[in-house]
Nanobody, 119 residues
Framework: QVQLVESGGGLVQAGDSLRLSCAASGRTFSGYRMGWFRQAPGKEREFVASILWSSAATGYADSVKGRFTISIDSAKNTVYLQMNNLKPEDTAVYYC????????????WGQGTQVTVSS
């Protein structure tokens, strides 16, 4: 059974940095894509970044390009989201999710971790 567990959220000030972690377990993930999403109060969930497990190819939302970096530690089965120069508009619950090869939808989701950025 696939499990995703996020950690690393917290309360920071604008301009600070945080690193989120997503520990994956339950199978091998070669060919899977791991994504980070976020949902702010009253808003729809939005894509933040993704990485292909096998090749480490990445993609980012325009709103976080140049500030956020997604990476993988395959030995630990963990994906990270390094968030620099945080802004109040980055405040949200952040979720990691997995998508199987050749499948459009992200099927496996973590429980979420809160990130709050004060101005």
């Amino acid at each position: 059974q696939v499990q995703l567990v996020e950690s690393g959220g917290g309360l920071v000030q604008a301009g600070d940095s945080l690193r989120l972690s997503c520990a994956a377990s339950g199978r091998t993930f070669s060919g899977y894509r791991m994504g980070w999403f976020r949902q702010a109060p009253g808003k729809e969930r939005e894509f933040v970044a993704s990485i292909l497990w096998s090749s480490a190819a990445t993609g980012y939302a325009d709103s976080v390009k140049g500030r956020f970096t997604i990476s993988i530690d395959s030995a630990k089965n963990t994906v990270y989201l390094q968030m620099n120069n945080l802004k109040p508009e980055d405040t949200a619950v952040y979720y990691c999710a997995l998508r199987r090869p050749f499948i459009q939808a992200y099927e496996y989701w973590g429980q979420g971790t809160q990130v709050t950025v004060s101005s």
